[in-house]
């Protein structure tokens, strides 16, 4: 069956569609490579993204396609997977069928691993302002803003204006939030100082804005403690138990008092994509769909939710949406129908392994956190680069990535620094419409 | 004085403003950093473009930082130099001020180094829809735009669709038009085939269509013929002696012969940039600068016009639109200001030096022309891969490059083949305002 040709597949095999390209959905492909079965896969980008280093995109040291391979490039080999380009709009559970605008696909098995887009918490006007970091188009924008709003202090004879332009506002201190912090905190102070002949550093303010008690929650008190010292000696003020209240064009209010400047990004909450909405089915207040033990959906056990689409229990306990999380629960989706398609026996009920967090502040630093083990400084950095070039997905971004990093280590220059929409265009990096946030799946 | 340090450069030296950042005005630069001067580089980019590769990033091959360097990084070490990104609206030689919206710049010294763009000879119409590459946002354009077609070809039920989307015709075969056929053509043979299962190979065309009697008619005829045998093998339809009569959304008439198809790339023409107008100098049919043996404006002796916005003479015969011609006469403007402020002789006229001419075609054919030397085939393409490494700006571009080139070599896969903007999105490629298609300049 696995040595069925271009062409000539029978139509008789179980039709499996996956929805999204993203961690999740490719696992669940890969898990059906050897099933009897026709699997599509579909996205509305020709490319899977590896999410955990787009704020490297954004700022700058990191092309996009270092970190992005097409979907079609991935699943090449697998004879019985094929991927279309094309945005879902919805499903109709009972017919078994998957909406692309006017166009339909039947299904025996879906898969919907749609992920998760940014969340204003109803504030969506703030989305044009404070963009998110979740696609490349999003990633290519913020470094536009970034690096142009130095070329325009640069340009600015009022300190209060450079002050401004200058003022970058993170909301959010999460991994995303974090690593972005601290690599434009190190941008500003080795990489641009030196080639800026007008621009006074201390002009230059990194703010990063938590709600609550603490950043990077998920990790324990010691290592958020520990990664905050770090962000502090980059020259990331920190501003814990802060509320964001209030956001324009001019600048932000947190907690009460208004700091005015023009760069705010957003990486506070994410919300399921509409997945829940399509089957009509039981949601979290994320939006995430409550799944079975075995990730089906309650009403359609033919209907899987996984990644950070799915709100799924392990030992009781939700599992948290990271990429992790999202690959086995894709892999287990894959796993479950393979079993069902060939008959063998069902599987055990799903079960989140935490393989352990990471998170790296500026060119030297990293927290970690494996179980009962917790590191903290170069040997969690070193750690970190060796884990993530490893899990890289194909064999040139890993060298093309490694090269990168090599680079700007020594030479603490950014290899990719180029504002791709220029002065006098109309089409500036604001003027983009938002939020195109939802990378990894299909909205 | 070349010890000057940021801040406190004295505010008596002469004011040299050079506008753009191209071959021309990065070595007018460069030609200055020894000289008792304060240069300003203005661009309406805040990178070097390596145009001779744009077509690489258009093909998927390269990411366009590999062939984009940040201007100012260029520059770093030069102490009298400084970088602003701004466009330049407009001049005024008899105040010596060049205005950038509504501000301005005093110059004792002006060197225009604009470039050129692309032009329709009075068809602005079909700027849309026949884009040109002159731009990394060009580039990055007909990317998307090639790797879209590809996609929604695999999604196509019928026959002639599939085959109009397939369709790529290229106006204008100089080495651009050349080039990009060829990396088309190859691109669609070897990397895609493999991954969409449901394309008819046949469907896929590449048609390049030339006004003369010849391709690549800067070169010999012997060498323009092996050019076009190549082309043709692989795949490549050349239809010399056709003039295109009509472009719209559905396909290109060509010496009557309506081809249907969906993507056009121009490369036909180019039109210097506007310089002559702000100086209401006397230009040429191209609107090229017409300039003294010093390439000085005839009435403004400290106004320099260079690269592809002067129409120049050497030895009485015209210089061509080449980056060595754009470097050497950069370089020779920047000399001339130095004699003049340091007192030195006046320079001989400016001189061309022909460092011969190349074109690569697909992974393995390369024509050469150097003096009486013609090379073509295997050995013409290893010049061309050593002196393109080269050439190159930055060390780090280097490696990438070479990278990138040894990756697709190997695997016949290309590194970059991401479509950024999303299925589904309002901002879709055919939706970006066009043309804006001056890098190297400032329009």
Known sequence: MKSNIKGDRPDTLPR?????????????????????????????????????????????????????????????????????????????????????????????????????????????????????????????????????SFEQAELQGDAQQCSDILTFVLVGAGPT????????????????????????????????????????????????????????????????NCRVEDIDEGGVTVAGERIPCRNVFWTAGVQASPAGKWLNAETDRAGRVTVKPDLSVPQYPNVFVVGDTAHMESDGKPVPGLAQAAMQSGRYAGQVIDARVCGKPALPPFRYVDLGSMATIGRKFAVMQVGNIQWSGLPAKLAWLVVHIAVLNQLENQLSVLLQWTWTYLTRERGSRIITVPVGSSLTSQALPQPISDASGVA
């Open 16 to 148: 499996v569609v996956i929805v999204g390209g993203g961690f999740a959905g490719i696992e669940a492909a890969r898990a059906l490579a050897r099933s009897p079965v026709q699997v599509t896969v579909i996205d509305r980008t020709n490319h899977h993204l590896f999410q955990p280093l787009l704020y490297q995109v954004a700022a700058a040291t990191l092309s996009p396609s270092d970190i992005a391979s097409p979907i079609r490039q991935i699943l090449r080999s697998q004879k019985n997977a094929t991927v279309a380009m094309a945005e879902v709009t919805g499903v109709d559970p009972e017919r078994q069928l998957v909406f692309m605008g006017d166009r339909t696909m039947p299904y025996d098995y879906l898969v919907l691993a749609t992920g998760a887009q940014q969340t204003y918490f109803g504030k969506d006007e703030w989305a044009a302002i404070a963009p998110g970091l979740k696609s490349v188009l999003d990633a290519v924008q913020i470094r536009d803003r970034v690096l142009r």
């Open 177 to 240: 939030g974090v690593e972005l912090a601290g690599t434009i905190a190190e941008m500003a102070r080795l990489t641009l100082k030196s080639e800026f002949r007008r621009i006074d550093p201390a002009c230059i303010r990194v703010i990063l804005v938590q709600a609550g008690p603490r950043i990077l929650p998920a990790f324990s008190e010691h290592l958020s403690a520990e990664a905050q010292k770090a962000l502090e000696s980059l020259g990331v003020e920190v501003r814990l």
